[in-house]
C-alpha cells in the first residue's frame, strides 16, 4: 500500500527560486493537509483541502499555494523561496470514520533555502 | 486560542526504564487528544488517542488517560525498547474527526541498550 506519497525527500532552493512539492494519496481520502515542522516547534498547518476543488488557508499560509484538482493530489506551491521557508514538510490526508478516523502522513520533503 | 504544550526533551533512558512524557493543553470545550510518533526518516504515525474525559487510550504498551481537570494528556510507558527511539507529539482537535491538529513541540526520545 503506498498511503501517502511525497516528492521531493531533499531540495536545496536559492532564494526567489520557486518549486512544488509534490503529494498523492491512493486511499481515496477527502481530506488533505499541508504542515510545515520547524526544528523544536510542533507541526503548523499551511494549506488543508476538503475535497476536490476546495482549498482553505491554515495557520501560516503566506508564501504558498495550493490546488486540489483531483482527489488524489494536492501539490505545495512556493513562489517566491524566502530562508524563512527552511523546513520539513509533510502532507497527510484524513481517513477511518468515526473512532478509527486519523491522519496517514507522507514521508516528509526537507527544505532548504539559501 | 487552542494550545499543547509537551516537556522539554530530549529524554534519554537505559532499556526497560519507565517512560513519562508530560503534555498539558488549553483548549474551550472538549478536544480529542492525541499521541503521535515519529520514528527516523518516517512521517507521523497516529499512537493513541482519547475523545472524551477519563477516557484511556492505549497502544503498544504505551497508554495516556484524558484528564480534563488537569488539563493533561501524559504518556506512560512502563518498559521502552531501543525500537521506542523516535519523537513524539501530543496534539489535540477541537472536532473528534481528528482534523486541524494543534500540535505540541514534540519530544526526542532515546532509548539506550
Redesign the interface.
Known sequence: NAG?TQTPKFRILKIGQSMTLQCTQDMNHN?M?WYRQDP??????IY?SVGAGITDK?EVPNGYNVSRSTTEDFPLRLELAAPSQTSVY?C?S?GGTG?N???F????TQLSVL | GNS?TQMEGPVTLSEEAFLTINCTYTATGYPSLFW?VQYP??????LL?A?KADDKGSNKGFEATYRKETTSFHLEKGSVQVSDSAVY?C?LAKE???????????TQLTVNP
Do not use: I
Not at chain 1, 523544536?40 to 498547518?45: E, I
Not at chain 2, 526518516?41 to 497516529?46: A, W
Not at chain 2, 473528534?96 to 514534540?106: A, I, K, M, Q, V
Open positions: 501517502v481530506y493537509y523544536g516547534m510542533g507541526l503548523k498547518l488543508y491554515g509533510f497527510a484524513r473512532v478516523e486519523k491522519l502522513f507522507g514521508s516528509g | 499543547v503521535y526518516g518516517e512521517g507521523l504515525q497516529l488517542k475523545t507529539f496534539a473528534t474527526s481528528g482534523s486541524r491538529l494543534t500540535f505540541g513541540e514534540g
